[in-house]
């Protein structure tokens, strides 16, 4: 240790302060202990700045005038992107974060903005100072995954930060990745005016769930004016004269702007991590049903690759506070909802069919259309979108899968999750009344035809 490093010990050191670093952090509060906050770029991490939060907010608007456009007797709304734009940065704070520092500090957290590194067990490099705890929580979260396509760097590329937080819409965008992100903001650029062509190197998108979602979403985002290419290989990206050159094989494409969205990677260079014995491997850093990723040293949120949500990452951060304070506590993965935010949103939770297959599961299933089963799509909008699909288990007669594909999905998925979480029979779910008319009783209609 030189003479200018400094030291102090913490009962806990958080190292990030995104969404899982800053529910840790809430969480050891509770218990009184004394917190070191450890955040390199802005106290609220990707999420608040660059990925849920202002996707959602701009996602919003332009739903708005397709909604208003499917719905009778309504005109349909103009969306003015300054206004929009003002509202995003308001949202993301401006990208300040200033008030969320001093309100850590006030509350005896203290905060230190710098890179991170392990320099032995229980001690944390920060800068010129070195903290110890017997407590330290990894979550440093992820970066973008960018592929190994030659000339990309050169030719320049959007990441979802940029997609976020631009300024003046592209007359044209090429989208790379079919997944959740690359679909979102492919369809909200479509809206706000540009002309967009999303590439996908896999046979379709949301290649994680049923193949039936896939082809309701590559309808819905065809039938809205995106130009999808499945199975399309990009060999090379070029620039001229300002624009991206995607060469696809003989094939050339040309745009304003390129958005790489094929996904993220767990970020743990420059932590130095196997100093205290942790195992990173290319899925992230190694940890067990407490979030413990060796002794004293618990990994929480996108670093550790479970699923990368916001809301695992809480809620891993609930489990490994529980478990800082002693409580017998293991993480159950099995009924996370995953949602995709596009028009009509695509909501899941539990097993697909081919993993129930792959399980060994005798399992039966059912998929109806919303609008041939329930009045809800009909009072919402004109010709009603969307279908719903249930996987049981015929041995235990208990969900263990579901996803829908139709408006607002996103808030009715908990009837499902709930179900498979608790393992409640389906002569329970037959026997529970829904409301009408919303949207949930689609389950009633679908438990009908269900077997088990």
């Known amino acids: ?6 030291t102090d010990r913490f009962d806990a050191i958080v190292l990030g302060a995104g969404p899982a670093g800053e529910a840790a952090v809430t969480a050891l509060q509770q218990q009184g ?26 996602l919003r608007a332009p739903e708005v005038r397709c909604e208003a456009e499917r719905e009778p007797g ?10 929009l734009a003002e509202y995003r940065d308001y949202m993301i704070r401006n990208l300040d974060d200033r008030e969320q520092v001093e309100d850590y500090e006030r509350n005896g957290v203290r905060v230190f903005r710098d890179e991170a590194e392990f ?31 030659p000339g990309l760097h050169d030719g320049g590329f959007w990441t979802n930060r940029e997609a976020t937080t631009f300024s003046e819409v592209p007359a044209s965008i090429a989208v790379l990745g079919g997944g959740p992100v690359g679909i979102e903001l492919a369809q909200l650029f479509g809206r706000l005016g540009s002309r967009v062509t999303l590439l996908e190197a896999g046979e379709r998108l949301l290649a994680r769930e049923d193949p039936r979602v896939s082809e309701l979403v590559l309808e819905s985002l065809r039938g809205s ?8 290989n990009v060999s090379r990206v070029t620039e001229s004269a300002g624009r991206r050159l995607v060469h696809l094989g003989d094939d050339r494409l040309e745009a304003d702007q390129l958005l790489v969205a094929t996904g ?48 695992v990452a809480k809620y891993q951060a609930r489990i490994a506070a529980a478990d800082i304070a002693g409580e017998p506590v293991r993480a159950d993965y099995g009924a996370i909802p995953r949602v995709v935010f596009c028009d009509p949103e695509v909501a899941a939770v539990g097993l697909t069919a081919q993993q129930a297959q792959d399980q060994g599961l005798d399992a ?8 041939e089963s329930i009045a809800r799509p009909w009072t919402y909008e004109r010709d009603p979108r969307g279908e719903l ?14 996803w829908a594909v139709g408006p607002l999905a996103s808030e009715w998925i908990h009837y499902a999750a709930l179900a498979i979480k608790a393992q409640v029979p389906l002569s329970v779910l037959r026997d529970t009344v829904p409301q009408f008319p919303t949207y949930s009783e689609a389950y009633q209609r679908a438990l009908t035809q269900l077997e088990g």
């Not at 070191?36 to 701009?58: D, F, H, M």
Request: hydrophobic letters at 40%; charged letters at 25%.
């Open 1 to 6: 240790m030189t003479a200018e490093q400094q």
């Open 33 to 58: 202990l004394r917190i070191a906050l450890v955040e390199r770029e802005l106290v609220g991490g990707e999420c608040a700045y660059w990925a849920c939060i202002p996707s959602k907010t701009l």
């Open 74 to 83: 309504t005109s349909t709304p103009e969306v003015r992107w300054p206004q």
């Open 119 to 149: 320099s032995g067990e229980g001690a944390v490099r920060v800068g010129d100072q070195i903290l110890h705890s017997d407590r330290i929580l990894v979550a440093t979260g992820s970066d973008p995954q960018i592929p190994d396509i």
């Open 225 to 232: 004016g995106i130009d999808v290419r499945c199975e399309t």
């Open 264 to 311: 993220r990677t767990p970020r743990v260079a420059g932590l130095d991590v196997e100093r205290v014995g942790l195992r990173a491997g290319e899925h992230g850093i190694e940890i067990d049903e407490r979030c413990r990723a060796s002794e004293g040293v618990w990994a929480i949120g996108d670093v550790t690759g479970v699923m990368p949500f916001t809301h």
């Open 364 to 371: 039966s299933s059912v998929c109806l259309r919303l609008a």
């Open 389 to 402: 699909s249930l996987l049981a288990d015929r041995a235990r007669g208990v969900l263990v899968g579901a």
